[in-house]
C-alpha cells in the first residue's frame, strides 16, 4: 500500500510507493516541494499537480520500457494512481490552508 507524509512545516510532500518489484523491502521516496507554490490560486494547484504526476510516475516506473510488449503493466499503473489518490487529503488540506491564509 502507498504511504504519503507531509512534513511538519507543510513545505512539501514525501510520496513513498509499494516497490513494483516484489520481495524488495526498499521503499522509494520523492519529495515534492511546495514552498514556491501558492496554492490559495489556480495555477499553483496545477504546477503541484504537475509536479505530484510526475513523482508518481518516476517512482513507479510508469515510463519504463517492457521488452516484448507494447501493454504498460498493470502493477506499475496501479502503483501510480494509488500514489495520486493517497496525497489527496494531504493536498486538499494544504490548500485549505494557503487560502486561509496559514
Known sequence: MLKTAISAAALSLAVVATPVMAGSDEK??????????????VEGQERLDRRIDQAAKKICETNAVRTGTRLKSASRSSCYKNAVKSVEKQVATMIRDQQRGG
Open 28 to 41: 522509494p521516496t520523492m519529495t515534492v516541494e511546495t514552498r514556491d507554490l501558492d496554492l490559495s490560486t
